[in-house]
Each structure stands twice: as structure tokens, then as C-alpha cells.
């Protein structure tokens, strides 16, 4: 063999050596590329998720006090008949709600009906500090059955989440507000909803009755939820079969503060097609109203029972003494 040939077969190797050499660089470079288009992306997300969470939050922080009325249908579609539904003790296909939030104090009252007929309703108090929930006769709707005094406002312990009507009620992330929660959100990019760039965020094992991941949509321009949908878990996600599904129907304006005034919230329970919708109606919504202190905890009505649930010792009834007799 010629010592060309030598030479030649040398070249060979060194060139296969530097090619060897120039694809492990460039794989190299390709996943430092890839790391920082991922950090990119992530740092993308979480500018997104911070401007949304400064939008909400100045939004918020103008309202000062709420006031609403809703009606709530509960249907199999859109334009079926409503449907009955138990809840507890309860069987009713509709309900109306007044609520009004001032700070830490909140009122609400609700009114079941079943076909039309108003059946025995419940109110929800808290000063800020205490918390009471009034039952009333079911053959005198205005008259009190009983009273108790809760740690809680309404059932936020078994639900862990805030109890609130559903045009302020997915401004939280359970219990935390949203512009907080946005912290710890990823953000899973853009989509369309009511014809609006919403900005689309998973939050992960949000505790509810269960944990379940929460997918919600906001609005690009006001970070309003417009979408919010519920799933058990990454691989139901995956599939597409959401709990619950609730969507925005409108986004409206009430004196300068845009808020969802109508509503559904589908039930799916892991299915592709719901099982049933409750659609929500605003009838009546103001903000920055002054509400006295009298709003927020409720006057008994001579001889109700009174049960207090905050004491440590098991709980005995108080009766309140009736007024004395004319005669």
C-alpha cells in the first residue's frame, strides 16, 4: 500500500472523527436550544400569567362591595323544561339567589322552587367574623325553624371552595383568588372564547368535594374567566371527558366593571355530552354600594332554636325567650 493511501486512510479517520465530533455539538447545541426555548416559554407563560393577575387584581380592588340577583335553571338543554334535582333533603329544578360581599362580610339568601312552588329557603350570613346560617318553616317560608351558628360561611368546609353565585363565583381557585392562584398556574397557551383571545391556564389538584385539575379561559383584555373546565385528573384531560364545564355566555359591563351576568354550567361527570346544564341569569347586578351592619347577621325571631356549632363542648340547643303575653 502506497503511503498515499496511509495518508488518505488517515484523512478518513480524522474527518470521521471531526464529524463525530461536529454531530455531538451540534446535538449539544440543539437540546441548550430546546432548554431555552423551553425557559423561554415558560418565562412567557409566567409574564402571561403575572399581567393577568395585575389586571384582575386592580379590577377587583375598584369594586368594593357586590350586589346580586340570579336565577338559575337547572335543564337536560338549552330549551328543555327544567328538570328536578336533589340536593340533601331538597328536590328542586330552580332557585334564586340574592347575594351582597363587602369585604370580608357576606350575605346570601336562597330560594329553592320544584314546578314553580317555592319550597323552605335558607340564609347565609357572616360579619366578617361569625358565621350563621337560618332555616325557615316549611309551612311559613318567612317564619325561622332554627338558627345556627357555623365556623364557616354556608358549606365551604365540605366543599373547600367559596361559596358564591356563579357571575363572582370562579374569581377564586377554591379559596384562593384568582389573581393570587395565578401564581402556581401553567400556562397552556391561547383559544377563543365568545369570540375573544382568552389566555388559558391548568391548575393542578384544585380541592373541591375531590381534587381535580381546573382549565380556565380568560379574557385576554380584562382577565375575566369566560371558560372554566373541570377534569379528575391529566389522563381524563387528555381524553377530553371533563366533570363539569362551565362557559360564559356574555361578558357585560355593570358601571364600568365588566362581569358575567349569564351563564351554564354543564354537568358531565366524565362523559363527552353533559347530562345536564344550569343555566344562570343575572337579574340585578351593582357594585360599591354602602351596606349596613345589619345586613350581615341576622335578627332571631323570638323562641327560634338556636344551635351553636363553634363550641367545643357537644352542642345543646338555646331557646330565645318569647315575648310576654298582652293578656
Known amino acids: 500500500m502506497s503511503p498515499s493511501g496511509v495518508r488518505h486512510r488517515a484523512d478518513i479517520r480524522r474527518e470521521t472523527g471531526s464529524t463525530v465530533n461536529s454531530r455531538m455539538l451540534f446535538v449539544a447545541l440543539l437540546q441548550a436550544g430546546l432548554t431555552l426555548q423551553l425557559a423561554s416559554g415558560s418565562a412567557a407563560g409566567q409574564s402571561i400569567a403575572q399581567e393577568a393577575a395585575k389586571k384582575l387584581g386592580r379590577e377587583l380592588e375598584t369594586r368594593k362591595s357586590v350586589e346580586l340577583k340570579v336565577h338559575v335553571d337547572i335543564r337536560v338543554g338549552e330549551n328543555a323544561p327544567p328538570i328536578p334535582f336533589p340536593v340533601g333533603d331538597k328536590i328542586f329544578d330552580s332557585w334564586n339567589a340574592h347575594f351582597i360581599e363587602d369585604g370580608a362580610r357576606r ?55 367559596m361559596e ?60 375575566i374567566p369566560l ?36 351563564s351554564t354550567m ?14 344562570t341569569r343575572t337579574t340585578s347586578a351593582s357594585f360599591g354600594k354602602k351596606h349596613p351592619d345589619s345586613t350581615f347577621w341576622p335578627k332571631f325571631d323570638p323562641g327560634v332554636s338556636i344551635h351553636d356549632q363553634t363550641i367545643a363542648v357537644p352542642p345543646e340547643l338555646l331557646v330565645l325567650p318569647s315575648p310576654p303575653r298582652a293578656d
Open 107 to 161: 350575605f346570601r339568601d336562597l330560594r329553592f322552587t320544584l314546578e314553580g312552588k317555592e319550597s323552605p329557603h335558607q340564609t347565609h350570613y357572616s360579619d366578617g367574623e361569625r358565621f350563621a346560617e337560618v332555616s325557615y318553616d316549611p309551612k311559613a317560608l318567612e317564619t325561622q325553624s332554627q338558627v345556627a351558628i357555623k365556623r364557616v360561611f354556608q358549606n365551604e368546609t365540605a366543599g373547600d371552595r
Open 164 to 223: 358564591r353565585p356563579d357571575p363572582v363565583f370562579f374569581l377564586y381557585v377554591g379559596k384562593t383568588p384568582l389573581p393570587q392562584a395565578l401564581a402556581k398556574a401553567s400556562h397552556l397557551g391561547a383559544d377563543t372564547v365568545l369570540q375573544r383571545k382568552c389566555d388559558v391556564f391548568l391548575f393542578k389538584g384544585v380541592r373541591w368535594y375531590r381534587p381535580q385539575d381546573h382549565v380556565y379561559y380568560l379574557d385576554h383584555e380584562t382577565a
Open 227 to 262: 371558560k372554566v373546565a373541570a377534569f379528575e385528573n391529566e389522563a381524563e384531560r387528555t381524553a377530553g371527558r371533563p366533570l363539569w364545564i362551565w362557559t360564559a355566555q356574555s361578558l357585560d359591563k355593570v358601571q364600568g366593571h365588566p362581569i358575567v351576568l349569564n
Open 266 to 279: 354543564a354537568a358531565h361527570a366524565g362523559k363527552r355530552e353533559p347530562h345536564s346544564r344550569w343555566i
